[in-house]
């Protein structure tokens, strides 16, 4: 049985819920059919990043996740200062140091005109598939500006 197989069982046994010690944890994996040593156990426990507390072992929790981006266009009302096309390009510029949350922002809009980005402290680069796609773009970010 291979390593990524062996922990993806792991984890699918600790979604059941904490699992008291690494005997039980080695029991329950005999009865999925996976026959490991304390030793690999122990690694794979490692690797995973499981949680040990007074209930046993269980999976990672996010203590902190990670904060929602404000949406795009509370973003770009507040960031963007213009928008200019150029062939298959539109650049946005931003207020200093705002271009890289806004392009997260409209990366997250996923939008099917928009290539890629790429953003500088002040500065965004949409590229497009076509001029029509960027005049496109354009206007759905110039509408969030309004």
Not at 25 to 51: F, M
Request: charged share 25%; net charge neutral; glycine share 6%.
């Amino acid at each position: 049985m291979s390593k990524p197989i062996r922990q993806r069982v792991i984890l699918e046994v600790l979604k059941q819920g904490p699992i008291p010690d690494q005997d039980e944890l080695r029991r329950a994996l005999a009865r999925q059919g996976l026959k490991v040593t304390q030793a690999t156990l122990s690694r794979d426990i490692h690797e995973l990043g499981l949680v040990k507390s007074g209930e046993g072992y269980s999976l990672p929790e996010t203590a902190h996740p990670e904060p929602a981006l404000p949406s795009a266009s509370r973003l770009v009302r507040e960031f963007v200062t213009s928008v200019r096309e150029a062939q298959n390009l539109v650049v946005v510029k931003t207020s200093v140091g705002s271009a890289q949350p806004v392009a997260a922002a409209l990366d997250a809009e996923a939008w099917p005109e928009s290539v890629g980005t790429i953003a500088g402290d002040d500065s965004i680069l949409i590229v497009s598939s076509s001029k029509r796609s960027a005049h496109a773009l354009a206007q759905q970010i110039r509408e969030m500006l309004a």
